[in-house]
């Protein structure tokens, strides 16, 4: 599954994070949606663990 190719964070044995590309939101932000998930029952269930949005900067960085 594609939820496979998200490597794990360092430091952690199931945590994985998915960045989305940058979206333009409705007030004219530009923003990154961060998806935090361990895989379960050897990869075929996503447990969802945390959903953030961060504000990305003119340059494409994230900033805080």
Do not use: C, W
Request: proline share 3%; net charge positive; charged share 25%.
């Amino acid at each position: 599954s594609y939820a496979d190719l998200v490597p794990v964070v360092p430091g952690f044995r199931t945590l994985r994070v998915y960045q989305t590309r940058e979206v333009l939101r409705g007030d004219g932000h530009v923003i990154r949606i961060l998806i935090y998930f361990a895989l379960r029952d050897r990869g075929r269930v996503v447990e969802l663990q945390h959903i953030e949005a961060v504000e990305a900067n003119m340059t494409g960085k994230e900033g805080h």
